[in-house]
């Protein structure tokens, strides 16, 4: 598939006007409107939150009204609103008011007693549920100083009477006290369910660690209590997303029951942004009985399935053709992780997406699990036919080039979670995936050279939703020690914001009605106090969000 390219009209257009006078006109700004690198525009007008009229500030001034806000940006820079392309919105919904204890520079948990602190102080209040299986987000391994998952015997050494379990940044193993392990419905007789394990000691004890879906019974446990609460939390969870520019986020592994609540929510009129969600494979024909694909429900739609193919590279469970650098917790030096799925019961469900008419975005960590996936698109496409699906390859880490090049045929987008380079750098080089493997990881290089369109992520709550951090570890592609990890992978500061806007609109279907200032389309918009475009690039995670803007309204104002 070509890159995405539009017109760039709409930055000399202006609209005649020959209805009722904006409501606002934006000016003295400097507007980047993603309909080319090099185009720009001196003001943007709104009316009914659709932009009316694009381009030169004099044009746009003479036809304003009695009552329209002329917005001066005092030269602060203007961008699309930026698109979640891949994370798990409605993941904070319950866990919003939960302690956070990733490392460094997210956070605080950079040993394992920094962990228990954190905890500590959270279960230290009075009023929290003692019925209730609480959660800590975001504990990292690799970063701790310990290098290893905290054990059950160390958090109940500091959660007293609760149910905790702790969640892996990865967001694929959780680390549970004994009451949570209880809880989640496992004893010493437990026995590993198929696709995750139990980890236990030497002595065969369980440690408390959970990998893959081994973790699937947490599910049942993440609600809220009420509506109420639901609406205090849903609130909370939109006001992160939109201080960081987020106008439209991605709920990218949802059920039956979720989307039941995400339906209530916006019922009630909840949502002041857009939510896509993405039922899993197990649970989509039960959610499109509650709401169909494709339809915004005040806020809220289905976009397709979503289907789970394998693990994570830092945690050693995503699915590689050759083995791990190092093999993880005693395997055997072949150990090359493992499919969730089998490529007959992938084949099953995209087909049934298929059926659906309905696009398919699968989590692809290891080469060998997108290896799955790409047969399953190639299998479905031969029996239904040639259509515009837009499939998505989630995370496409390890993808290899001749992978690149049959989803450059198969129309397959690859959202890259290009923040590992950052994050978890070092430790691929090191001891996941080894030097040369490590260079390649997100190869947004190789997608450049065959002209395969792609986009980007945080994957929140894995790591923050920060897009402009997203954008700086794929301009920078530097490691946590300074290293520059695959040069030939980096891309310009224009393609990283790209990625985040107009692309991801094309992944989502909505390139008509978002991704880039022009005539017609929504007014989601942000305004920066800096344009990434044209600082040093080593500053782009610096820059200031100042307003988020949503259909023409102020939903977010840094104070």
């Known amino acids: 598939m070509k890159k995405l390219t539009l017109s760039a009209l709409s930055i000399a257009l202006v609209s005649q006007f020959s209805v009722a006078a ?48 002329i917005r001066d940006l005092a030269g602060n820079t203007m961008t699309p609103g930026f698109i979640d392309s891949h994370g798990h919105f409605a993941q904070y919904i319950p866990v919003i008011n939960s302690p956070y204890v990733y490392p460094s520079p997210l956070g605080e948990g950079n040993s394992i007693s920094d962990i228990q602190r954190i905890i500590k102080d959270h279960m230290s209040d009075p009023k929290l549920d003692p019925e209730r299986l609480h ?34 940044i990865s967001g694929h193993f959780l ?67 939109l201080a960081y520019g987020i106008t439209t986020a991605q709920e990218g592994k949802s059920n039956t029951q979720l989307t039941h609540t ?34 915004y429900h005040n806020g809220v739609k289905v976009g397709g399935m ?3 193919t394998d693990g994570s590279p830092q945690g050693k469970t995503a699915y590689l053709s050759t083995p791990y650098w190092e093999p993880p917790h005693s395997h055997a030096y072949h150990y090359h992780g493992y499919p969730v799925l089998s490529q007959e019961e992938i084949n099953q469900w995209v087909d049934l997406a298929y059926s659906h008419n309905a696009q398919v975005i699968a989590h692809t960590n290891g080469d060998a699990a997108a290896d799955l996936f790409i047969n399953a698109v ?7 036919g040639e259509a515009d699906r837009r499939p998505v390859a989630i995370h496409a880490q390890t993808i290899r080039l001749d992978q690149v090049k049959r989803m ?9 979670f290009g923040a590992h380079t950052f994050f978890w750098g070092d430790w691929h080089k090191r001891s996941v995936l080894g030097p040369w493997r490590a260079a390649n990881i997100s190869p947004m290089g190789w997608a450049n050279e065959y002209d395969l369109m792609f986009t980007t992520h945080m994957d929140a709550p894995v790591l923050f939703p920060d897009q402009l951090l997203n954008m700086w570890t794929n301009v920078n592609r530097v490691t946590r020690s300074g290293e520059t990890l695959g040069e030939h992978h980096k891309i310009e500061p224009y393609q990283a914001l790209e990625a985040i806007t107009i692309n991801a609109a094309y992944q989502n279907f909505e390139e008509d009605s978002k991704g880039s200032i022009e005539v017609g389309k929504r007014a989601d918009l942000v305004i920066l106090a800096e344009n990434p475009l044209t600082v040093d690039p080593m500053d782009i995670k610096d820059i200031k969000i100042l307003e988020t803007i949503k259909d023409g309204n102020t939903v977010y104002v840094n104070q």
Not at 33 to 59: F, H, P, Y
Not at 141 to 157: G, M, S
Not at 378 to 384: C, F, N
Not at 408 to 416: C, G, Q, R, T
Request: proline letters at 4%.
């Open 22 to 69: 904006p409501d606002v006109i934006f000016t003295n700004g400097d507007i980047v409107t993603m309909t080319g690198s090099a185009e720009r525009a001196q003001a943007v007008a709104v009316k009914d939150g659709k932009i009316v009229a694009v381009g030169d500030t004099q044009q746009l001034l003479s036809s304003k009204g009695d009552n329209t806000e």
């Open 135 to 168: 959660f800590a987000i975001g504990y990292d391994d690799a970063a701790v100083e310990e290098n290893r998952h905290p054990t059950r015997w160390e958090l109940d050494e500091v959660t007293g009477e609760y149910k905790l379990c702790a969640l892996h």
């Open 175 to 241: 680390t549970c006290n004994s009451k949570g392990l209880e809880a989640m419905g496992y004893n010493q007789e437990s026995e590993n369910p198929p696709g995750g394990v139990l980890r236990r000691d030497e002595n065969g004890i369980l440690t408390g660690v959970l990998d893959e879906s081994a973790t699937y019974p947490m599910f049942q446990h993440i609600a809220v209590a009420d509506m109420e609460e639901a609406l205090t939390n849903v609130k909370l969870a939109q006001d992160m997303f």
């Open 262 to 295: 995400l339906k209530a929510l916006a019922d009630q009129g909840a949502f002041y942004m857009d939510v896509i969600t993405y039922p899993m494979w197990s649970e989509f024909e039960g959610s499109i009985e509650v709401m169909p694909i494709g339809e």
């Open 306 to 308: 979503k289907i789970t």
């Open 378 to 384: 190639e299998h479905a496409a031969e029996k239904h």
């Open 408 to 416: 450059a045929k198969l129309d397959v987008i690859p959202s890259f």
